[in-house]
Nanobody, 117 residues
């Protein structure tokens, strides 16, 4: 059974940093095509924050470019999101997502990130 476990959310002041981690289990790491982070704030649709392919190609939302960095460890089937210079607008529930060859997409349960003074 595929399972994604996220960690690292919390409360941080504007300008601060957080690191989110997502560990995938029940999947052979070499079958994971894309790993990514999405976020959803109240009243808004879920949006892509950043993604990374098995080859290391990355994609970022314009709003986080230069502030967030996504990395993955294929051997451990983990994907991390380093978030720097956080802004109140970054407040949301952050979700991990993986796309697995021949199986489809899987989502984590979400972790709350709150940026507030």
């Amino acid at each position: 059974q595929v399972q994604l476990v996220e960690s690292g959310g919390g409360l941080v002041q504007p300008g601060g940093s957080l690191r989110l981690s997502c560990a995938a289990s029940g999947i052979m790491f070499r079958s994971i095509n894309v790993m990514g982070w999405y976020r959803q704030s109240p009243g808004k649709e879920r949006e892509l924050v950043a993604s990374i392919t098995s080859g290391g190609s990355t994609n970022y939302a314009d709003s986080v470019k230069g502030r967030f960095t996504i990395t993955r460890d294929n051997a451990k089937a983990t994907v991390d999101l380093q978030m720097n210079s956080l802004e109140p607008e970054d407040t949301a529930v952050y979700y991990c997502k993986v796309i697995v060859a021949l199986k489809g997409s899987y989502w984590g349960q979400g972790t709350q990130v709150t940026v507030s003074s």
